[in-house]
């Protein structure tokens, strides 16, 4: 069973501090990370995407990705009211000739001004 | 406009019926992917299809049935013997199995 763990929250932040999510997986082989955004009612929008180990930065966020912890994390800079939503981690994961995507809970962070 | 269009937006079941999700894209992907969603839950997958005329089961098949006829469409029906059927349904493509998700708007699912 490949599992994607999230701690659920709520992360509560105030504007312009740095929001840090976190999230774990249970499987070596995985293929791809992906962090998604999603407010309350619609669905989910893509933010990031990792395929390798190390940093890898986009405007105000950046995600981190260590295969030999099975770690994935996102941080956002200048947090800002806008950013209050859920974020998902989601993985990829091969499995006998077919990849196959897992989800966390998702974790709801708070931006408070 | 390249997308991925699910509809109807809202859908309501009676007992014992079987009702039709459709999810269409035009933007040339091979996978294409179905989620339940429960409130204050993660996604799900129901069904996943990696290229045409061929699918897979995800973690909660029970009481679903798809079909991939055509690259761009990849309807979910929701069966009678799925006996809670209420939650928000996602349909995704990716360009490849591995890659990144778009997802549609969702068709939320209620039981009358």
């Known amino acids: 069973q490949k599992e994607v763990e999230q701690n659920s929250g709520p992360l509560s932040v105030p504007e312009g501090a740095i929001a840090s999510l976190n999230c774990t997986y249970s499987d070596r082989v995985s293929q791809s990370f992906f962090w998604y955004r999603q407010y309350s009612g619609k669905s989910p929008e893509l933010i990031m995407s990792i395929y390798s180990n190390g940093d890898k930065e986009d405007g105000r966020f950046t995600a981190q990705l260590n295969k030999a912890s099975q770690y994935v994390s996102l941080l956002i800079r200048d947090s800002q009211p806008s950013d209050s939503a859920t974020y998902l981690c989601a993985g990829v994961f091969a499995s006998g000739g077919s990849y196959i995507p897992t989800f966390g809970r998702g974790t709801s962070l708070i931006v408070h001004p | 406009d390249g997308g991925i269009t699910q509809s109807p937006k809202y859908l309501f079941r009676k007992e014992g019926q079987n009702v039709t999700l459709s999810c269409e894209q035009n933007?040339?992907?091979?996978?294409m992917y179905w989620y339940r969603q429960d409130p204050g839950q993660g996604l799900r997958l129901i069904y996943y299809s990696q290229i045409v005329n061929d699918f897979q089961k995800g973690d909660i098949a029970e009481g679903y049935s798809v079909s991939r006829e055509k690259k761009e469409s990849f309807p979910l029906t929701v069966t009678s013997a799925q006996k809670n059927p209420t939650a928000f349904y996602l349909c995704?493509?990716?360009?490849?199995?591995?890659?990144?998700?778009?997802f549609g708007p969702g068709t939320r699912l209620l039981v009358l």
């Open positions: 933007l040339n992907h091979d996978a």
């Open positions: 995704a493509s990716s360009r490849a199995a591995q890659e990144t998700q778009y």
